[in-house]
């Protein structure tokens, strides 16, 4: 096997084996590791490359104990010793529009959450959008403009525990030729 096929078997196995983590030894997550998932972030495609998004990155105990009391389901976060809020800009997405810059940093959120499993880290997506209590929360405590969407709360750290993948493959899912 060439080290290419090798690295893709490895890419391969941690988007089969990634699964919400809630749970978080209280080491702390290294700068060095927060800047990878916020670079695994980045990379991910957008439309027409806008790259409508903006990330925070929290480590502070007091913040994100002040994140969890808005979002219910996000105690996790009273144990995490970091998160990164993905937020995306409709005024920097294709046409301005707001249906593009969520889909846009959902893939930005959904490769951070790969990269942490990659990293040995674990995570989960915490709602706030569309929820506009929840947008609010977030917004107010973080300081984000109005015109910036917090779209999820994503929890990093390290596992408490090992939890085994899931196979969601539903062959009745899949169409072939047509539907
Ligand atoms: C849009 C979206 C919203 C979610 N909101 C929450 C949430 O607020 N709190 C939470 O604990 N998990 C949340 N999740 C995680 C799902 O519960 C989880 O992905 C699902 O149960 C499948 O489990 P797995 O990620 O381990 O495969 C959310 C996931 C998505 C994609």
Redesign the pocket.
Known sequence: MSAGEQQRGVGIQAILD?????DFTPEPVREAELEQLVRAGMAAPTAKNMQPWAFVVVTGREMLDRLAEG????K?LGKAPAAIVVCTRPELANNGSLELAVVDA?CAAENI?LAAHALGLGS????SYPYEERMAHVGGVLGIPGEVIPL?VLPVGRPAAV?PP?D?YKSERIHRERW
């Open positions: 990634r699964r919400s983590v809630r979002l219910p389901y996000g996790m959902t959450l989960v997506w915490v709602a999820c939890k899931i969601k």
